[in-house]
């Protein structure tokens, strides 16, 4: 029978209980071992739980700072396209400017007239696609010289104006979602020398 009693062990001498302490297993390790040994272990299980939460907060920048550049990436990714466009909308503005100085309401060319109405409207749809994406253009005549935003071209004498600030502009500045992707040359005042 494959399956016995505790009756039948009894007998047949195979049980080793607590009455017979000849047949007790003897641990290899003392209690002041076991205590040092578990120290130990408590000492490893608080070590790579550290290493864990410091595995985790890393994980947690990495994933921020990949976050951050995939949208970067999304707001800039047309920045070199928007300043080959921005030199377009110049040309542009300076055509429909040339079109305003010669188009004189007393003409009886009216064909210069429509030309230059037709560039208002392209200029302002432009202004309005810029818009759209983020895209918009300084205007920082009367504003203060800012090295991130301007590029001197020139100084003027401060008629009027506070020394330091944007006295004239030659070419616009635009920014891309607060960046700025292409500075404004400006002259700035200054104080006259006498």
Same mark, same amino acid.
């Given at each position: 029978?494959?399956?016995?009693?505790?009756? &039948?062990?009894?007998?047949? %001498? @195979?049980?080793? %209980?607590?009455?017979?302490? /000849?047949?007790?297993?003897?641990?290899?390790?003392? #209690?002041?071992?076991?205590?040092?040994?578990?120290?130990?272990?408590?000492? &490893?299980?608080?070590?790579?739980?550290?290493?864990?939460?410091?595995?985790? *907060?890393?994980?947690?920048?990495? /994933?921020?700072?990949?976050?951050?550049?995939?949208? #970067?990436?999304?707001?800039? $990714?047309? &920045?070199?396209?928007?300043?080959? =466009?921005?030199?377009?909308? #110049?040309? =542009?503005?300076?055509?429909?400017?040339?079109?305003? %100085?010669?188009?004189?309401?007393? @003409?009886?060319?009216?064909?210069?007239?429509?030309?230059?109405?037709?560039?208002?409207?392209?200029?302002?749809?432009? &202004?309005?696609?810029?818009?759209?994406?983020?895209?918009?253009?300084?205007?920082?005549? $009367?504003?203060?010289?800012?090295?991130?935003?301007?590029?001197?071209?020139?100084?003027?004498?401060?008629?009027?104006?506070?020394?330091?600030?944007?006295? =004239?502009?030659?070419?616009?500045?635009?920014?891309?979602?607060?960046?700025?992707? /292409?500075?404004?040359?400006? %002259?700035?005042?200054?104080? *006259?020398?006498?």
């Amino acid at each position: 029978c494959v399956f016995s009693t505790a009756a &039948q062990q009894r007998s047949t %001498g @195979d049980e080793c %209980g607590p009455e017979d302490p /000849r047949d007790e297993p003897k641990h290899p390790l003392s #209690d002041c071992a076991l205590e040092h040994k578990a120290i130990k272990l408590e000492e &490893q299980v608080r070590d790579l739980t550290e290493r864990y939460r410091k595995a985790l *907060a890393d994980s947690e920048n990495v /994933r921020r700072r990949t976050q951050k550049f995939v949208e #970067d990436a999304k707001l800039f $990714g047309i &920045q070199s396209f928007c300043r080959d =466009l921005v030199e377009v909308a #110049d040309i =542009l503005e300076k055509t429909a400017e040339s079109a305003a %100085g010669q188009a004189e309401p007393s @003409d009886p060319n009216p064909t210069l007239k429509k030309i230059y109405e037709g560039l208002s409207l392209i200029e302002a749809k432009l &202004q309005s696609v810029f818009a759209k994406h983020g895209l918009q253009k300084m205007n920082p005549v $009367g504003g203060r010289y800012d090295p991130y935003e301007h590029e001197i071209i020139c100084h003027v004498p401060a008629e009027g104006m506070q020394p330091g600030t944007v006295a =004239l502009v030659t070419q616009d500045g635009y920014k891309l979602h607060g960046r700025t992707i /292409r500075h404004a040359l400006v %002259g700035v005042a200054v104080e *006259a020398q006498e």
